[in-house]
DNA sequence: GTCAGATGTGACCGGCTGGTAACATTGTCA
DNA sequence: TGACAATGTTACCAGCCGGTCACATCTGAC
């Protein structure tokens, strides 16, 4: 048990990365904080004097998920400076990389989504993040010329959340490998615009 | 509180209704067997008399799922006889009514899914469930002419699931309700068989 | 009426879990 | 060395929850 392959990272980070991997793979109702702590090579007091409860632990990893999410679409840019239509043909190409590899942050989102309390702190946060998501695919989206960038961005955001949960409960052999194929048809549906009811 | 309503219903019913509703707003891990009893208007005890376990009764839930999904085949079916894309055109209708409205019972299944411990009784069941649909759903594509059916069951499968999920956390405003048409769009994409990578 | 079976009621147990208190340990800086 | 802050350890509390027990109530068949 244990993560002894990074002693010199502070109690407090290295419980946010337990937290993160425990909540990802338990679900946040699935873990307790005693097991986050254990596998933190920590302990529970050290815990809560940093946080100050689950919950607010639960609200600090969503936040720094986001902030890596933030990297992702710098990283976008800087792979394809000005150019638009490659930045979307990356981006469903490394979305289908965050889906399917097992360290997939985002799956925080889902995670909190359990706690269908509407008033539960953490959704707010959530709610925050999600909005910024769609917010720059749909402006990716327009400038690589997609006339109905909000549909497509729907149609996208559909298919990789459930591939983010296909993932989880079916795997390897699941349908989620299959999220950049779909993914690629659906950006060709809309950027062709040639809609015919090809069925019937 | 109670499903005051059915009165004629009996205890084994009512609290299978109410758990199914349950489970599906809360998440298994959200409910306690209390509540359900309560708001089956019922009580514990009964509850154990006809379910040995809280696993018991939510195998119970899963298959009562699975039996009315049976009904939605048929039902299609009857409605084009022998039709099969007019089934598919169909299919893709009910499964966005399915999705958005709130008795959506498949909701059991990803409720369900939470169940990481993969020893789980209920997985196995889950598992049956779920792939009996997706071979109904590929042999309905096949039959409606789609050359790589398993490939669009797949994108089919994470647009309904990504689409459930979307509903529960986001609900009306959200993407879910874009579910028919990225499935049509799909559907189109692969019934023409002419993929260009349109974008770039 | 009465008998049996199904149902309802309240109390209870044990384990887990979020959270706290008090004290011991370590490490670092002066 | 001494002092201080951060961290670790142990024990504990309270509440919830799955599950059980003993007993009361109801209902329909005869």
């Known amino acids: ?54 919950d607010d632990l639960l609200i600090t990893c969503i936040e720094k998920a986001a902030s890596e999410a933030e990297a992702f679409w710098v990283a976008l840019e800087e792979a394809h400076p000005g150019d638009a239509k490659a930045q979307l043909r990356d981006w469903v190409k490394r979305a289908g990389d965050f889906v399917t590899v097992d360290h997939c942050n985002c799956e925080l989102i889902d995670a909190a989504a359990q706690l269908v309390e509407s008033d539960h702190p953490a959704r707010r946060v959530i709610e925050q993040v999600r909005r910024g998501q769609l917010r720059r695919l749909t402006q990716l ?26 993932w989880r409960s079916a795997g390897e052999g699941g349908a989620s490998t299959r999220f950049v194929d779909a993914a690629e048809r659906l950006i060709d549906s809309f950027a062709t615009q040639q809609r015919v009811l090809a069925v019937g």
Request: aromatic share 4%; glycine share 8%.
């Open 1 to 54: 048990m244990t993560i002894p392959d990074r002693p010199a990272l502070p109690p407090r980070d290295r419980i946010i990365d337990a937290a993160r991997d425990l909540f990802r793979k338990h679900g946040v109702r699935g873990i307790g904080v005693d097991a986050i702590a254990e596998a933190a090579d920590s302990n529970k007091m050290t815990l809560y004097r940093h946080f100050g409860s689950k």
């Open 141 to 166: 989206c327009r400038d690589a010329g997609i006339a109905e960038a909000e549909l497509l961005v729907d149609a996208l955001t559909l298919l990789i959340e459930g591939a983010r949960v296909n």
